[in-house]
């Protein structure tokens, strides 16, 4: 029994450390073990190490040895998802709803996990038992995970967000011990670490890069400290090498991120995920450095005391805002969200993407987990009132998109109008975009890297004006490329402004449109100035001993 716990505490350790490959090598000699521990452990480092399907079968035997683990349905459900099996990943979260019907993570993944599968029968049910168990959950709470980013896919309030991201920051950084306070002083060069999982093949890389190349290299010095994948890929090496150093931190837990941090002198800590799958931005509740700062990862606030700013503009981050956020606002005086003007897109013939030359193609890139039945309504009215249009719809897997086509059976659409892209390469989903004609947005989580990647292959997107951060980046980036009259008030002038969009520039046979020209509004010298003004402001303040506040835009 002893060797056991021993067994189990030191896979638990390496766990912790996101050392899951090391866990697989400690745990599988014993696979045979009667343990329920055991193999929930094997099951989830099974999973987390890349080996999904190996892990079905340990986290079944954990449930045989005891039916109502809820943390192996969970595992089992994240499992399922992965081998696209996402209706029996949705049944998973049922059951951990049903076994836990006061926890906020558990209502949050039961809805989230129907809208991956686009189940809509129970969404009203869903969204009022979500909200329910948010308002009854205490403030000061800090026991559980309560899934920010399932939150921000469905109609919420902004302050219920703000409340779960709170409950979720305490929950994840409960244990981390603060590092001594370092005085900020002023100083010629300031040293700004990124953190992130994404700095390779990845849409926040893409973003990032042209604005880290255009940087002032004397007054700053730029460190990425990655717990990512080491692809090889042409952006990872060219991200690299946009700084001056890039430090794997991937085996390290959040508190050895925070002092390998503090060990580099870093001035300014920006994290770059926030609450989304694979962050450990509870390193910076450690306070490695005297400034630290929330961008491009997580829309909305990550409810972090330790967090001072969060990066945004006017459109996204308006001020008055200000109580839906743990940090204070600083706002770029352009949508905050950076892009790349050296990408070239090489459209993709509409003949080898499926596509008729003479169809209306509409297209939806967004994940099948933002569209919500409001939003599928609306596209379905857009069909009906252009006979010549399909929907192509970025694939959720064999399950969500059969659903999606029995959902537009059931409004009066044909299924074959609806015509879904299946998961490609980064560059060969930038060059399939320009094949469509207008670029439908979701709501209230609106297209973010989709919408600019959409424009950027010259395709128009139609946006519906939203409350919060996830609702307006769109908005923002319309805004930013001289679009706004295609952002909309109402869901009836979002059909409205499709369809005489449509009809007013005779689309249909796009793939003889040619190459789109570089997108006019990303400037990304102009962007890093911004970006780096804005760090000195913050920076001034600290070594003037003054607290944060809230940095307006051309403040």
């Not at 521990?37 to 954990?62: C, N, T, W």
């Not at 006061?102 to 599968?117: E, I």
């Not at 717990?227 to 890929?233: I, K, N, Q, T």
Request: with cysteine; proline share 7%.
């Amino acid at each position: 029994m002893d060797a056991l716990k021993d067994l189990l505490r030191n896979a638990l350790h390496e766990m912790g450390r996101g050392r899951y490959a090391e866990a697989v090598a400690l745990l599988e000699p014993h696979a045979q073990v009667a343990s329920n521990e055991l193999q929930r452990y094997l099951g989830e480092s099974l999973r987390r190490s890349g080996r999904v399907q190996d892990a079905i079968g340990p986290l079944m035997q954990a449930l045989a040895l005891k039916i109502d683990d809820v943390d192996a349905y969970l595992q089992l459900a994240f499992a399922l998802q992965s081998l696209q099996m996402k209706a029996e990943a949705a049944e998973c979260f049922r059951t951990v709803a049903a076994l836990r019907p006061d926890s906020v993570m558990a209502l949050a993944y039961q809805a989230h996990g129907d809208q991956q599968c686009a189940r809509w029968s129970d969404f009203d049910g869903n969204l009022r038992a979500l909200h329910a168990v948010i308002q009854a959950k205490p403030d000061d709470a800090g026991d559980e995970f309560g899934v920010p980013f399932a939150l921000v896919t469905v109609p919420h309030a902004a302050a219920d967000l703000l409340k779960v991201a709170r409950l979720s920051t305490r929950f994840l950084s409960r244990g981390i011990a603060p590092l001594p306070p370092v005085k900020a002083v002023a100083k010629p060069t300031l040293r700004i670490g990124y953190l992130s999982s994404d700095f390779h093949a990845h849409a926040t890389a893409a973003l990032m890069v042209e604005v880290l190349e255009c940087r002032d290299r004397e007054r700053f010095e730029v460190l990425l400290f990655s717990h990512g994948p080491d692809d090889g890929s042409a952006l990872q090496q060219r991200i690299r090498a946009a700084c001056e150093r890039c430090i794997d931190v991937g085996d390290l837990d959040p508190a050895g991120i925070a002092a390998r941090m503090r060990s580099e002198g870093m001035d300014i800590a920006v994290d770059l995920k926030g609450h989304t799958a694979g962050s450990r931005f509870t390193a910076l509740a450690a306070r490695p450095a005297p400034v630290q700062v929330a961008w491009l990862g997580f829309p909305g606030s990550c409810g972090a005391d330790f967090i001072d700013y969060v990066i945004g503009d006017d459109v996204v981050t308006p001020l008055g805002d200000a109580p839906f956020y743990s940090e204070h606002i600083a706002q770029l005086p352009r949508c905050y969200q950076p892009g790349d003007a050296t990408r070239r897109i090489e459209p993709t013939p509409r003949a080898e993407l499926g596509l008729p030359d003479e169809a209306i193609v509409l297209l939806s890139a967004n994940v099948v987990s933002k569209i919500t039945p409001s939003v599928f309504d609306a596209w379905m009215a857009i069909l009906h009132r252009l006979p010549q249009a399909l929907l192509w719809q970025l694939s959720g897997g064999e399950q969500a998109d059969a659903q999606l086509r029995a959902e537009a059976a059931s409004r009066g659409i044909a299924p074959a109008r609806l015509v879904f892209m299946p998961p490609v390469g980064m560059a060969d989903h930038w060059n399939r975009l320009a094949a469509a004609d207008v670029a439908l947005d979701t709501w209230p989580c609106n297209g973010h890297t989709t919408t600019s990647d959409a424009l950027a292959a010259g395709v128009p997107v139609v946006t519906l004006r939203g409350d919060g951060f996830a609702s307006r980046v769109a908005e923002s980036l319309l805004v930013q490329a001289g679009l706004p009259e295609l952002v909309c008030d109402t869901p009836e002038a979002y059909v409205e402004t499709v369809c005489s969009l449509v009809s007013h520039a005779g689309f249909g046979r796009s793939a003889d449109r040619g190459s789109p020209a570089t997108p006019p509004w990303i400037d990304s010298p102009a962007f890093a100035r911004d970006l780096e003004a804005l760090y000195e402001r913050m920076w001034a303040r600290a070594v003037a001993g003054q607290p944060p506040e809230a940095l307006p835009a051309g403040g």
